[in-house]
């Protein structure tokens, strides 16, 4: 079984219940894994349906995740911004530095001008013991009136802002 890792976490109980002896491979992305088992029958890979239809695959299970409702994001990266939707999600990255109250106020702008913060998550920033940097996922467009006041409020607040973009929020 081949698939990035986060995949094969994320269908482990399906995973240990219908394919329990299978040796589960970490690739670099479910499309390598796609790849790797296109031209053998013995092989198997966790990926989407678009992979499967490219390679023109057999389905074998559908929905084997252990959580339904858990998502995986997917973004292009890329110089071009995206025009204002009316709805949209802005991706920041930040760094306060260790001090008393700084995620307090990196989140205060945000309550103040009615910018609801839709994810927030953070990761050790390497730059030295107790240093974190924080990835924030916004609703709204940087060009929307409420969430530029709040960045622009937040710039004096931090060590480091870089807004990743704005681009329009998945349908589901």
């Known amino acids: 079984m081949y698939s990035h890792q986060q995949s094969l976490a994320q269908c482990r109980r399906w995973l240990d219940k219908h394919l329990p002896k299978a040796e589960r491979t970490a690739v670099n992305s479910n499309a390598e894994a796609v790849k790797l088992v296109a031209n053998d029958k013995n092989k198997a890979a966790i990926a989407g349906i678009v992979a499967?239809?490219?390679?023109?695959?057999?389905?074998?299970?559908?929905?084997?995740?252990?959580?339904?409702?858990?998502?995986?994001?997917?973004?292009?990266?890329?110089?071009?911004?995206?025009?204002?939707?009316?709805?949209?999600?802005?991706?920041?990255?930040?760094?306060?530095?260790?001090?008393?109250?700084?995620?307090?106020?990196?989140?205060?702008?945000?309550?103040?001008?009615?910018?609801?913060?839709?994810?927030?998550?953070?990761?050790?920033?390497?730059?030295?013991?107790?240093?974190?940097?924080?990835f924030i996922d916004v609703q709204g467009h940087a060009d929307d009136d409420n969430v530029a006041h709040a960045l622009a409020a937040l710039r004096d607040k931090v060590n480091m802002l870089k807004i990743l973009g704005s681009y329009p929020k998945a349908v589901y």
Do not use: C
């Open 52 to 134: 499967a239809e490219l390679y023109q695959l057999p389905v074998i299970a559908r929905n084997i995740e252990d959580i339904a409702h858990n998502t995986t994001r997917f973004i292009i990266i890329g110089r071009q911004t995206s025009a204002s939707t009316g709805k949209d999600k802005t991706s920041l990255v930040l760094s306060t530095g260790n001090k008393p109250g700084a995620l307090h106020s990196v989140l205060e702008p945000f309550a103040r001008f009615g910018v609801d913060m839709m994810n927030i998550e953070s990761r050790p920033s390497q730059q030295g013991l107790w240093d974190y940097v924080f």
